[in-house]
């Protein structure tokens, strides 16, 4: 069993539509990282928690530390979003610079 | 605009090349991260330099050769490798090591061996 496993493996969403995508993890944590990738390849780093909630725009995460459960969000999806979105903890006591990822989402947006 | 920059895009070799693979960061960031990436799956890390100096190998074969020549920039120089290291190769930098010190990523170098 992986570490940080995130579902749907696949997400498919008309314009607009509310998205939710889950993480669960079954490590102690220092800090969890929702990250985007698009078709091209970078990445970006949406949101770092430690707990509560934080949002951006259209983008609301939420992690719940008690349950090892984090959630991401996307209000009014549009095409744009399309991409892959991979949940990443840091494991308490390991360095700060080493993520454990989960398997991403590949979320598709239609008009 | 990503502010880590890798560079080249894409780089097809034979397995007897020697080429490397560079990234830069004007962020003042003092760690700078190479990763591995195959398709459809996470990236994995392979090695983390801190303040210049290599702190992270991850097993990786001596093929792969990591190279922090100052702050700013991070070099990958690749020798006789294998069909199976074809893959996306990413470059990240953080403030530092810290737990909450965020990674930011460069587009990637895609990399194809014949």
């Known amino acids: 069993k992986n570490e940080v496993e995130q579902s749907p493996q696949n997400l498919t969403a008309q314009e607009g539509e509310f998205i939710t995508i889950n993480c669960s993890y079954s490590v102690g944590i220092s800090a969890l990282h929702w990250l985007q990738q698009h078709p091209g390849g970078g990445i970006v780093s949406l949101f770092m928690l430690s707990s509560g909630k934080k949002k951006h725009g259209r983008l609301i995460a939420t992690i719940n530390i008690q349950e090892k459960h984090s959630s991401l969000h996307i209000t009014a999806s549009h095409p744009r979003d399309s991409a892959v979105y991979i949940c990443a903890v840091t494991s308490s006591g390991t360095s700060g610079s080493r993520l454990t990822f989960g398997e991403g989402t590949q979320l598709t947006v239609n008009p | 605009d990503t502010e880590v920059t890798q560079t080249p895009k894409h780089l097809v070799m034979g397995m007897t090349n020697k080429k490397s693979l560079k990234c830069e960061q004007h962020?003042?960031?003092?760690?700078m991260y190479w990763y591995k990436q195959k398709a459809k799956k996470p990236p994995e890390l392979m090695f983390v330099y801190s303040y210049e100096k290599l702190s992270i190998n991850e097993s990786v074969p001596s093929r792969f050769s990591p190279e922090c020549p100052n702050s700013s920039l991070l070099n990958l120089h690749l020798h006789a490798l294998q069909p199976e290291d074809s893959a996306l190769y990413l470059c990240?930098?953080?403030?530092?090591?810290?737990?909450?010190?965020?990674?930011?990523f460069g587009d990637g170098t895609r990399l194809s061996i014949l």
């Open positions: 962020m003042g960031h003092r760690a």
């Open positions: 990240a930098s953080s403030r530092g090591t810290a737990y909450n010190q965020p990674q930011h």
